[in-house]
């Protein structure tokens, strides 16, 4: 069966850096466009970026510059680079997969915070 596993969250302070991966089984990962979408409490789950089976990216504004999604194909894996993290960041982080459906991942939690 499909499986997004995701790691990397955790806490740390405004201006850290985390990089979170989401590890897929089950799919012919690279034709799968993979994105990284975002929860946080009380708002609706909104994208943060994607990238194309061809390696075209797509961002959030509020996150242009700072973050950067890259996949590995030959491991499977989708990556998110975060820099410059700030408190407006936290959020649970999802990782989907999208052919004709989509596919989600279990969530990592991401806490920004001095």
């Known amino acids: 069966q499909v499986q997004l596993v995701e790691s990397g969250g955790g806490l740390v302070q405004p201006g850290g850096s985390l990089r979170l991966s989401c590890a897929a089984s089950g799919i012919v990962f690279n034709a799968y466009r993979m994105g990284w979408y975002r929860q946080a409490p009380g708002n609706e789950r909104e994208l943060v970026a994607t990238i194309t089976s061809g390696g075209t990216t797509n961002y959030k504004d509020s996150v242009k510059g700072r973050f950067t999604v890259s996949r590995d194909n030959a491991k499977n894996t989708v990556y998110l680079q975060m820099n410059n993290l700030k408190p407006e960041d936290t959020a649970v982080y999802y990782c989907?997969?999208?052919?004709?459906?989509?596919?989600w991942g279990q969530g990592t939690q991401v806490t920004v915070s001095s």
């Open positions: 989907n997969a999208r052919l004709t459906v989509d596919r």
